[in-house]
């Protein structure tokens, strides 16, 4: 019994432009085979992972897809958070960490270090111009200062929460 014909004994039907077959076992995958999908936001595509012991493997495994990714960054650009000096930072995380907090659990089931490293940077950089903006400083004082605020409110943003704090320490100062 085909795919096809499972489908159709449910009443379905399979789009054509949409429908393709995927390898995704390990080994040598003969030429011209694809090797990756993309459903539901998730590209599933072979991946390096760490095991318990430190030691590297390739898995098929989920991950934010780039598309996914294009879409959070193309949001968070048009909040246009720099120019919302008047507001102040707790306001503008009333604002927008519902949606960061989104992102983070719907994607942070399959964690990877690109996804938190994207969103963090996206967003991290706007709330530095901010406080550049609304304070008049420098970009480096101004990523001092809200370094220091990340510190003493580390739960402020939905966002600050993905990096351990000596990365995070390390990318901001």
């Given at each position: ?12 039907e ?5 429908t393709r ?14 090797r ?6 998730y590209?599933?595509?072979?991946r ?12 098929i ?10 879409g959070?960054t ?18 503008l ?9 989104g ?19 996206v ?10 903006c ?11 200062k ?7 409110q580390?739960s402020?943003?939905?966002?600050w ?13």
């Amino acid at each position: 019994m085909t795919v096809s014909s499972i489908v159709a004994t449910n009443g379905l039907e399979l789009n054509p432009t949409k429908t393709r077959i995927v390898y995704v076992g390990r080994g040598v995958t003969p030429a011209g085979v694809i090797r990756e999908f993309t459903f539901l936001g998730y590209d599933f595509k072979q991946r390096t992972l760490v095991d318990r012991n430190g030691v590297l493997f390739r898995q098929i495994a989920p991950g934010a897809s780039k598309a996914a990714m294009r879409g959070m960054t193309r949001t968070i650009k048009s909040w246009r958070v720099p120019r919302s000096s008047g507001a102040s930072l707790r306001e503008l995380a009333q604002r927008y960490n519902a949606t960061l907090r989104g992102w983070i659990h719907y994607y942070g089931k399959f964690w990877y270090r690109n996804f938190s490293y994207q969103l963090w940077s996206v967003f991290q950089s706007r709330l530095v111009k901010w406080v550049s903006c609304k304070y008049r400083l420098p970009q480096r004082a101004a990523e001092r200062k809200l370094n220091r605020i990340r510190r003493a409110q580390p739960s402020l943003f939905a966002h600050w929460s993905l990096l351990r704090s000596s990365d995070a320490r390390s990318r901001a100062v």
